[in-house]
């Protein structure tokens, strides 16, 4: 079983930056892809940034330009840099990742950091 624990959220103005950090521990194999979605009230989750074990990223069109995502592998760990903060980016952010060894892999999420754009 993987755990992950994410922090780094908060309230911010509007243009500033938060830095996000998602920590994965337990009974870890490999970590593929690690993801941040986000879920605003009364709207659906939706992907913001991925990321790949070989550090291929993608992101929203809504946030390119913005933030960026990384990872330290040896820590287990993701990270998000958000910069220009809009009050449209104010919502939860939940970690998620892919692990384990071929063929047998799981998904696993996080409880979710609140972000808060607001001036």
């Known amino acids: 079983q993987v755990q992950l624990v994410e922090s780094g959220g908060g309230l911010v103005h509007p243009g500033g930056s938060l830095r996000l950090s998602c920590a994965a521990s337990g009974r870890i194999r490999s970590i593929y892809d690690m993801r941040w979605y986000r879920q605003a009230p009364g709207k659906q989750r939706e992907l913001v940034a991925g990321?790949?074990?070989?550090?291929?990223?993608n992101y929203a069109d809504s946030v390119k330009g913005r933030f960026t995502i990384s990872r330290d592998n040896a820590k287990n760990t993701v990270y998000l840099q958000m910069n220009s903060l809009k009050p449209e980016d104010t919502a939860v952010y939940l970690c998620?990742?892919?692990?384990?060894?071929?063929?047998?892999?799981?998904?696993?999420w996080g409880q979710g950091t609140q972000v808060t754009v607001s001036s």
């Open positions: 990321i790949t074990s070989n550090g291929v990223t």
């Open positions: 998620y990742v892919i692990e384990g060894a071929t063929p047998t892999l799981k998904q696993y």
